[in-house]
């Protein structure tokens, strides 16, 4: 491995997470991984799903580390794919994600006040069916 493998090897950041998944899909990199697609993926989504709920169900928690990086790989080679055909980027994924996290936590974000679990979930569902609503309407949420 030359250096610059050992280094993206040792990171712990996304961005090397990337730059490793960009150069398996550039010329030269992984055949495998190169012939790749959103669907042939699919298979290996539902698989690490499955082994990361076996790893919790079995208090696991050195495999689920492992697992939980095996989906999160998942979501990176998606999203690579997605950047190459000029879709979104695995920035556009995480700001999503984030705003969604943001908008359906109004009782921490934006000082509300809820107690139980059951009101979460309550709210949760009731600004989900609200963004649906909007975006079958053609609005952003």
Request: proline content about 4%.
């Amino acid at each position: 491995m030359n250096r610059a493998g050992a280094r993206l090897a040792r990171s712990a950041s996304l961005r090397s997470l990337e730059r490793v998944m960009r150069i398996l899909l550039d010329p030269g990199g992984c055949p495998w991984d190169r012939r790749q697609t959103h669907s042939t993926l699919l298979k290996y989504l539902r698989e690490e799903a499955g082994e990361v709920s076996r790893a919790v169900r079995r208090r696991d928690w050195t495999n689920l580390r492992e697992e939980l990086g095996d989906v999160l790989l998942q979501v990176v080679f998606h999203s690579e794919l997605a950047r190459r055909a000029g879709r979104f980027r695995l920035s556009d994924v995480i700001r999503t994600v984030n705003a969604k996290m943001v908008r359906r936590h109004p009782h921490v974000f934006r000082g509300g006040a809820l107690s139980t679990p059951a009101q979460v979930l309550k709210q949760w569902d009731k600004i989900k069916k609200a963004e649906k609503r909007r975006a079958a309407r053609g609005k952003r949420p």
